[in-house]
């Protein structure tokens, strides 16, 4: 199984992501991270992958807004329709709820089947969601 991560430039997010990368190396899965910075202009294919995961910041709390490179990458990966994804945002104290629906609704308009979300938090917290991701495919 291949699991493509693709993630925000933030400390915060790039330090539980590679938590994510540790604990699903564990459960026998080979998992590749793409930033906005790691990946080139050209278009990112996603045919390999059974599993494709963004993890994300967001701005605002009544009206959460997803970073605009994070829709960009969204948008140069290639077929991502029907697959099977997973939707994660920062945890913070107000708005990680609605943030993650718009995650979810930009993931869902480029054809992502989201079938698990949640929030990033610690050590603990990546091992439960690298078990349920196993468990998707």
Known sequence: MRVLIMHA?????????LALKKALEKENVQVDLVSPTTASTAPLSTAPYTLVCVASGFKGWWKPQIPEEIDNLLKRATRLEGKRGGAFVESKLLGSGKALRVLMAHMERQG??????????????????????????
């Open 112 to 137: 992502v089947i989201v079938e698990d979300f949640g929030t990033l938090g610690g050590e603990q917290e990546m091992v439960s969601i690298a078990k349920r991701l196993r468990r998707l495919a």
């Open 9 to 17: 430039d933030n400390p915060k997010i790039h330090k539980s992501v």
